[in-house]
T-cell receptor, first 112, second 113 residues
Framework: DTEVTQTPKHLVMGMTNKKSLKCEQHMGHRAMYWYKQKAKKPPELMFVYSYEKLSINESVPSRFSPECPNSSLLNLHLHALQPEDSALYLC???????????FGSGTRLTVV | EDKVVQSPLSLVVHEGDTVTLNCSYEVTNFRSLLWYKQEKKAPTFLFMLTSSGIEKKSGRLSSILDKKELFSILNITATQTGDSAIYLCAGTNSGGSNYKLTFGKGTLLTVNP
């Protein structure tokens, strides 16, 4: 299995909703990442988990809450989002030290 | 602050042309340079370059890294309409738990029939 699987593929949520994005990999990668990508822009790093511990938080608003329950799973909990948070949310994973960096297919999030 | 600059930002060519995409980087504790192709969804991996002067090839695509001059190029020969995409370059650093990718803004390649 050489994939990073993200669910759901599409999500529409209201500003008062609570939802979660899920990411799963079974490649034995010990680093997992959340990126946000707006249209026609490169991906922007949000969070990095290394060995299931949060190692980087790129000053992301608290309405985004990451969680890494185990080495194969990464969640992004969403609460009270704004319309400007609408974007493609990408999960990625890598072996330690960047090797094998692989992206999931993303969740297209629309906040209404 | 780490920085990756790609040029050109957009490029329009005809099928069969050869294109060269450029990527320069300033990355602290540089480890590798990654190239991705992005169509409508997630970026798909093309190449990872860690050593200077060693060309990596995959079909009509090839890439090389110059660690002295801090740049990389991605060549695509005999372009096809299916090559139309955004090509992203990213620098990675090494050491500790900092596995951050710094992306350039991408080059939008359009290949017309």
């Amino acid at each position: 299995d050489t994939e990073v699987t993200q669910t759901p593929k599409h999500l529409v949520m209201g500003m008062t909703n609570k939802k979660s994005l899920k990411c799963e990999q079974h490649m034995g990668h010990r680093a997992m990442y959340w990126y946000k990508q707006k249209a026609k822009k490169p991906p922007e790093l949000m969070f990095v988990y290394s060995y299931e511990k949060l190692s980087i938080n790129e000053s992301v608003p608290s309405r985004f809450s990451p969680e890494c329950p185990n080495s194969s799973l990464l969640n992004l909990h969403l609460h009270a989002l704004q319309p400007e948070d609408s974007a493609l949310y990408l999960c990625a994973s890598s072996l330690t030290d960047n090797y094998g960096y692989t992206f999931g297919s993303g969740t297209r999030l629309t906040v209404v | 602050e780490d920085k990756v600059v790609q040029s050109p930002l957009s490029l329009v060519v005809h099928e069969g042309d050869t294109v060269t995409l450029n990527c320069s980087y300033e990355v602290t504790n540089f480890r590798s340079l990654l190239w991705y192709k992005q169509e409508k969804k997630a970026p798909t991996f093309l190449f990872m370059l860690t050593s200077s002067g060693i060309e990596k090839k995959s079909g009509r695509l090839s890439s090389i890294l110059d660690k002295k001059e801090l740049f990389s190029i991605l060549n695509i020969t005999a372009t096809q309409t299916g090559d139309s995409a955004i090509y992203l370059c990213a620098g990675t650093n090494s050491g500790g738990s900092n596995y951050k990718l710094t992306f350039g803004k991408g080059t939008l390649l359009t290949v017309n029939p």
